[in-house]
Nanobody, 124 residues
Framework: QVQLVESGGGLVQAGGSLRLSCAAS????????MAWFRQVPGKEREFVAG????????YYTDSVKGRFTISRDNAKNTLYLQMNSLKPEDTAVYYC?????????????????WGQGTQVTVSS
């Protein structure tokens, strides 16, 4: 059974930091493109960051560039998102996702596997 399990969410003040983790099991994700998305109630799921299988190519939505860093440890089958200088508008449920191809895309429906999400709340 394929599973993606996110952790590391929580409540933080504006300007603070959090590190999200996504542990994958049930298959080897080292050949997959992986990504972080986020969603707030009433809005569509939004691409945050993506990373290719080697970890050498990373992509970000404009609003998080310079503040968030996506990385992966293929030996541990784990994806990370380091979030610094957090803002109240970063508040959302954050999801990790995996795609069985080499290309990072920003469309959520093109991802094959999803975690259950972890809540990130940034207070002002």
């Amino acid at each position: 059974q394929v599973q993606l399990v996110e952790s590391g969410g929580g409540l933080v003040q504006a300007g603070g930091s959090l590190r999200l983790s996504c542990a994958a099991s049930g298959r080897t994700f080292s050949r997959d493109t992986m990504a972080w998305f986020r969603q707030v109630p009433g809005k569509e799921r939004e691409f945050v960051a993506g990373i290719i299988m080697t970890g050498t190519g990373t992509y970000y939505t404009d609003s998080v560039k310079g503040r968030f860093t996506i990385s992966r440890d293929n030996a541990k089958n784990t994806l990370y998102l380091q979030m610094n200088s957090l803002k109240p508008e970063d508040t959302a449920v954050y999801y990790c996702a995996a795609r069985d191809t080499i290309v990072v895309v920003r469309t959520p429906t093109l991802y094959d596997y999803w975690g259950q999400g972890t809540q990130v709340t940034v207070s002002s």
